[in-house]
C-alpha cells in the first residue's frame, strides 16, 4: 500500500507514519537505521529500489530526499510506503519545493527513527564534504559514490582531502571481491612480492583504489594501467618465485593464474548498487582500512601531478 500526501508538512507525515505502524503492529520497532537518500527526480526510482533491496537485510525507515523546482513556493509532496510493500522497513519519498530543498536536514529530522543510527547516501553526485553537509551531519556513516561525477578520480579525491570517521564511497565497496581474491592468493607461499599491477578502464577510481590498497598493505610500487574496461580488467602480483595473475575481461567471471598451479575461473561479477551499499550497512563504526588507503592513493596521485 502507498499513501500519497500532496502539500503536507513533517507533522502530518509523522502522524500517517504512526497510524500506519499501528495498522500493522509495530513496524518501525523492528528497524535497525533510519537510511537517508539524497538523489534526484531521474534516479530516484533506482536509488530507492537499491535501498529496498539493501533493506531486505537492514531493515530501514528509508527516507528519499528528492529536490523538484527550486523557484517554486516551499511545500512537501510525500509519498509513504508501509512496510511489505517496500521490504520489512518503511520508504518515505519526500519531494521538497522551494526553499524547503536548501534545508533538507530541517525537512528529515523530525522523520528520523528515534534511538537508531542514521546512514547518509547519496547515489549520485554526492557533497564535496558530508561530513559538513546539512544531512551529512546527522549521519554516523555517510556514503558517496564517485563513479556518477563528471571526473569520478578528482571527485573521489576532494572527499579524500575532507575525509572525517564514517565517510566511505562506493567506489572502494565494489572492491571487496578483488580484494578477497588477491588476498586469499597470498594464504599459501609465493616468496616476496616485489611490484603489482592493477589495469582498469581511465578515469575509473575503484582501479585506483586497488591499486594504492597493494601498494599500502604490500609495501610496493603498485602501477596503475589503462585498459578498455569494463571497470577493473586485471590485478597481477609479481613475486621472486613468479607472477600471480586475476584478469577479468567480461566484467563476470576471471581467470586466476599462479606460476605453481593450474590456471582456474573464478566468479567475480561487477557488484550492484544494492549489494554494495547492503555490505557498508553492516557496519556503522569508521572504515579504517579504506581510511588508510584512500590517504595513500590521494599521496600517490599528489606526487604523481608534482613537476619534475
Given at each position: 500500500?502507498?499513501l500519497y500526501?500532496p502539500?503536507?508538512?513533517t507533522?502530518?507525515?509523522?502522524?500517517a507514519?504512526?497510524?500506519?505502524r499501528h495498522s500493522i503492529?509495530?513496524g518501525?520497532?523492528?528497524?535497525?537505521?533510519?537510511?537517508?537518500v539524497v538523489?534526484?527526480?531521474?534516479d530516484?526510482y533506482?536509488?530507492?529500489?537499491?535501498?529496498?533491496?539493501?533493506?531486505?537485510?537492514?531493515?530501514?525507515?528509508?527516507?528519499?530526499?528528492?529536490r523538484?523546482?527550486?523557484?517554486a513556493?516551499?511545500?512537501?509532496?510525500?509519498?509513504?510506503?508501509r512496510?511489505?510493500?517496500s521490504?520489512p522497513?518503511?520508504?518515505?519519498?519526500?519531494?521538497?519545493?522551494?526553499?524547503?530543498g536548501e534545508?533538507?536536514g530541517?525537512?528529515?529530522?523530525?522523520?528520523l527513527v528515534p534511538?537508531?543510527?542514521?546512514?547518509?547516501w547519496w547515489?549520485g553526485?554526492g557533497?564535496e564534504h558530508?561530513?559538513?553537509d546539512?544531512?551529512?551531519?546527522?549521519?554516523h556513516?555517510?556514503?558517496?559514490?564517485?563513479?556518477?561525477?563528471?571526473?569520478?578520480?578528482?571527485d573521489?579525491?576532494?572527499?579524500?582531502?575532507?575525509y572525517?570517521?564514517?565517510d566511505?564511497?562506493?567506489?572502494?565497496?565494489?572492491l571487496?571481491?578483488?580484494?578477497?581474491?588477491?588476498?586469499?592468493?597470498?594464504?599459501?607461499p609465493c616468496g616476496?612480492?616485489?611490484s603489482?599491477?592493477?589495469?582498469?578502464e581511465?578515469?575509473y577510481p575503484s582501479?585506483d583504489?586497488?591499486?594504492?590498497w597493494?601498494?599500502?598493505?604490500?609495501?610496493?610500487?603498485?602501477?596503475?594501467?589503462l585498459s578498455?574496461?569494463?571497470g577493473?580488467?586485471g590485478?597481477?602480483?609479481?613475486?621472486?618465485?613468479?607472477d600471480?595473475s586475476l584478469?577479468r575481461?567480461?566484467?563476470r567471471v576471471a581467470?586466476?593464474?599462479r606460476?605453481?598451479?593450474p590456471?582456474q575461473?573464478?566468479?567475480l561479477?561487477?557488484?550492484?548498487?544494492?549489494?554494495s551499499?547492503?555490505?557498508?550497512?553492516?557496519?556503522?563504526d569508521?572504515?579504517?582500512?579504506y581510511?588508510r588507503t584512500a590517504?595513500?592513493?590521494?599521496?600517490?596521485?599528489d606526487?604523481?601531478?608534482?613537476?619534475?
Amino acid at each position: 500500500m502507498t499513501l500519497y500526501l500532496p502539500r503536507t508538512t513533517t507533522s502530518e507525515i509523522t502522524e500517517a507514519l504512526t497510524a500506519e505502524r499501528h495498522s500493522i503492529g509495530g513496524g518501525a520497532l523492528n528497524m535497525v537505521l533510519t537510511l537517508i537518500v539524497v538523489t534526484d527526480e531521474a534516479d530516484h526510482y533506482d536509488a530507492v529500489r537499491a535501498a529496498t533491496e539493501a533493506g531486505r537485510e537492514h531493515p530501514s525507515r528509508i527516507l528519499a530526499l528528492i529536490r523538484r523546482d527550486p523557484q517554486a513556493e516551499p511545500y512537501i509532496d510525500a509519498e509513504i510506503r508501509r512496510p511489505g510493500t517496500s521490504g520489512p522497513g518503511e520508504a518515505v519519498l519526500l519531494r521538497l519545493y522551494g526553499a524547503l530543498g536548501e534545508h533538507p536536514g530541517s525537512v528529515v529530522t523530525p522523520l528520523l527513527v528515534p534511538d537508531t543510527p542514521v546512514v547518509a547516501w547519496w547515489p549520485g553526485t554526492g557533497p564535496e564534504h558530508p561530513a559538513a553537509d546539512p544531512v551529512g551531519r546527522l549521519a554516523h556513516r555517510r556514503i558517496t559514490d564517485a563513479l556518477r561525477a563528471a571526473d569520478p578520480v578528482a571527485d573521489l579525491l576532494g572527499r579524500i582531502r575532507n575525509y572525517e570517521p564514517g565517510d566511505t564511497d562506493l567506489t572502494w565497496t565494489r572492491l571487496t571481491p578483488w580484494r578477497s581474491l588477491l588476498a586469499s592468493t597470498m594464504d599459501q607461499p609465493c616468496g616476496w612480492v616485489e611490484s603489482a599491477e592493477v589495469a582498469g578502464e581511465d578515469h575509473y577510481p575503484s582501479a585506483d583504489l586497488l591499486a594504492a590498497w597493494l601498494s599500502e598493505q604490500l609495501d610496493v610500487q603498485a602501477e596503475r594501467i589503462l585498459s578498455n574496461g569494463p571497470g577493473i580488467t586485471g590485478a597481477r602480483l609479481i613475486t621472486e618465485e613468479g607472477d600471480i595473475s586475476l584478469q577479468r575481461k567480461d566484467g563476470r567471471v576471471a581467470t586466476l593464474s599462479r606460476f605453481d598451479q593450474p590456471t582456474q575461473s573464478v566468479a567475480l561479477a561487477r557488484r550492484r548498487a544494492a549489494e554494495s551499499l547492503a555490505e557498508e550497512l553492516r557496519r556503522l563504526d569508521a572504515d579504517e582500512m579504506y581510511e588508510r588507503t584512500a590517504k595513500h592513493m590521494a599521496r600517490k596521485l599528489d606526487r604523481a601531478e608534482e613537476p619534475v
